[in-house]
């Protein structure tokens, strides 16, 4: 049966795994950074899933699934363990996010043969899925395949077996598109699945807080999973009914004047304050339109990006002190434009506002900020064209008021994004 607090040996080994991949890539500096991504996020999934909402099917057999979910009810994990005799195969899913698993994803099978003498055969393989070097996505990027030999009651813990990297180069080792596409889809399709039913552990099941005055924005999670972005109003009394739609399986405010925006602390269900933003829906995306929340490995600072086809429409940053308080917010889309226009010594009028896109590049603990800004032209001849691009650095600073940007510094890029 799987919980939990099972099979620790496998994931110590599992982190292991990864991070020993990432500081052996050399001259492949994409893959590198990808293995780096998957191993931060692993770090942050099972930091958290103690506290996470789980759902659970099992059979007679010790046949089960698992999958965890935070507080912003995102898929964070999913687990499969499986019997055939006295052969057991556990298979784990685990994705940078599983709403775009082509971007990342790593996927664990484990599996465990007794062996004549009363000791254990053990395969694993590690996959890595990502981006490849031509720009394709979801594709099997690294495979690590360890096999050992247990003796009897000797600890079946593969850390010390060295991995060996499969020969992706060979056609024979790379997956089908179809078998492929099964891998990549299998967690949230089961995860799907499960949620049918009542969670078999809620954390916060018992609280209720301000949670009728707010619903959670997918993909808006701290890395911790303690905080995220919520859609709520300006009124008192919220018929939540009213604005869900059945199409997108969302809530969807479009058409609502007072949006708002909060900063909520998931465990204990309460608003801790107003981002400055004002996202319609808890889709992250709906066609163009796009929220895009960006987090301090710590989950102190964030920037919340407003982004959309031709220009981003608010971009904003806010911070999260100890209590947990929430420190302020600053409009870096208002603050940073007339900045930056000046800066490519190019004219901005200020009723327009104009007309820019972030790109959210990197949020630190000391609440660095580092973007890209490019302005496009929307029509004409020259649709799509960029017309200039600027690589901006800030620092978010608390103050006696709130927050507040200082030390911004700029530099111009190459037109091509």
């Given at each position: 049966m799987?919980t939990?607090?099972?099979?620790?040996?496998?994931?110590?080994?599992v982190a292991?795994?990864i991070?020993a991949?990432?500081?052996?890539?050399s001259?492949?500096l994409?893959?590198e950074?990808q293995?780096k991504?998957?191993?931060?996020?692993?770090a942050?999934?099972?930091d958290?899933?103690?506290?996470?909402v789980?759902y659970?099917?099992?059979?007679?057999?010790?046949n089960?699934?698992q999958?965890c979910?935070?507080g912003?009810?995102?898929?964070i994990?999913?687990?499969?363990e499986?019997?055939?005799g006295d052969?057991?195969?556990?298979?784990?899913?685990?994705a940078l996010?599983f709403?775009?698993?082509?971007?990342?994803?790593f996927m664990?099978?484990?599996?465990?043969t007794p062996?004549?003498d009363?000791?254990?055969?053990?395969?694993?393989s590690?996959?890595?899925?990502?981006?490849?070097?031509n720009?394709?996505?979801?594709?099997?990027?690294?495979?690590?395949?360890?096999?050992?030999?247990f003796?009897?009651?000797?600890?079946t813990?593969?850390v010390r077996t060295?991995n060996v990297?499969?020969?992706?180069?060979?056609?024979v080792?790379?997956?089908?598109?179809e078998?492929?596409?099964?891998?990549?889809?299998?967690?949230t399709?089961?995860?799907?699945?499960?949620?049918k039913?009542?969670p078999?552990?809620?954390?916060?099941?018992?609280?209720?807080g301000?949670?009728d005055?707010?619903?959670?924005?997918h993909g808006?999670a701290?890395?911790?999973?303690?905080?995220?972005i919520?859609?709520?109003f300006?009124?008192?009394?919220?018929?939540w009914?009213?604005?869900?739609d059945?199409e997108?399986e969302?809530?969807?405010?479009e058409?609502?004047?007072?949006?708002r925006?909060?900063v909520v602390?998931?465990a204990q269900?309460k608003?801790l304050g107003?981002?400055?933003?004002?996202?319609?829906g808890?889709r992250?995306?709906y066609?163009?339109?796009e929220?895009?929340?960006?987090?301090?490995?710590?989950?102190s600072f964030f920037?919340?990006?407003?982004?959309?086809k031709?220009?981003s429409?608010?971009?904003?940053?806010?911070k999260?002190?100890?209590?947990?308080?929430?420190?302020?917010d600053?409009?870096?889309?208002?603050?940073l434009?007339?900045?930056?226009?000046?800066f490519?010594?190019?004219r901005?009028?200020p009723?327009?506002?104009?007309?820019?896109?972030?790109?959210n590049?990197k949020?630190?603990?000391?609440g660095?900020v580092?973007?890209?800004?490019y302005?496009?032209?929307?029509?004409?001849?020259?649709k799509?064209?960029?017309?200039?691009?600027?690589?901006?650095?800030?620092?978010?600073?608390e103050?006696?008021k709130?927050l507040?940007?200082?030390?911004?510094?700029?530099?111009?890029?190459?037109?091509?994004?």
């Amino acid at each position: 049966m799987l919980t939990i607090q099972r099979d620790i040996l496998i994931r110590f080994s599992v982190a292991v795994g990864i991070l020993a991949l990432a500081g052996s890539v050399s001259g492949a500096l994409s893959v590198e950074e990808q293995v780096k991504k998957l191993a931060a996020r692993y770090a942050q999934v099972e930091d958290q899933l103690a506290r996470s909402v789980r759902y659970a099917s099992r059979d007679d057999k010790g046949n089960s699934e698992q999958a965890c979910f935070n507080g912003a009810d995102d898929l964070i994990k999913l687990a499969v363990e499986s019997h055939d005799g006295d052969v057991r195969e556990l298979t784990e899913y685990f994705a940078l996010d599983f709403d775009n698993d082509y971007d990342g994803m790593f996927m664990l099978v484990r599996k465990e043969t007794p062996a004549p003498d009363g000791g254990v055969q053990v395969e694993e393989s590690r996959k890595y899925f990502g981006e490849e070097k031509n720009g394709g996505n979801g594709v099997l990027i690294r495979e690590l395949r360890k096999s050992a030999r247990f003796k009897p009651g000797e600890p079946t813990d593969t850390v010390r077996t060295p991995n060996v990297t499969v020969d992706l180069t060979k056609k024979v080792n790379q997956p089908t598109e179809e078998q492929l596409r099964e891998m990549l889809n299998a967690p949230t399709k089961m995860a799907e699945e499960l949620r049918k039913g009542a969670p078999e552990f809620d954390p916060s099941a018992k609280i209720k807080g301000d949670s009728d005055n707010y619903r959670v924005i997918h993909g808006s999670a701290s890395p911790d999973g303690r905080f995220a972005i919520a859609l709520g109003f300006a009124r008192e009394s919220i018929d939540w009914d009213a604005l869900y739609d059945k199409e997108t399986e969302s809530y969807n405010a479009e058409s609502e004047e007072d949006i708002r925006n909060y900063v909520v602390d998931l465990a204990q269900k309460k608003l801790l304050g107003q981002t400055g933003a004002g996202w319609i829906g808890t889709r992250r995306r709906y066609n163009h339109p796009e929220c895009v929340v960006t987090w301090s490995a710590d989950s102190s600072f964030f920037v919340q990006l407003l982004a959309n086809k031709w220009a981003s429409d608010d971009c904003v940053a806010g911070k999260i002190a100890s209590g947990p308080k929430f420190v302020g917010d600053v409009n870096l889309l208002k603050t940073l434009s007339p900045k930056i226009y000046a800066f490519v010594k190019r004219r901005f009028d200020p009723e327009e506002g104009g007309a820019l896109s972030f790109y959210n590049e990197k949020v630190t603990n000391d609440g660095a900020v580092e973007m890209k800004a490019y302005e496009y032209t929307p029509s004409g001849e020259r649709k799509g064209e960029t017309n200039f691009a600027v690589s901006v650095r800030l620092q978010l600073r608390e103050t006696p008021k709130g927050l507040s940007i200082e030390a911004v510094n700029m530099r111009r890029l190459p037109k091509e994004r």
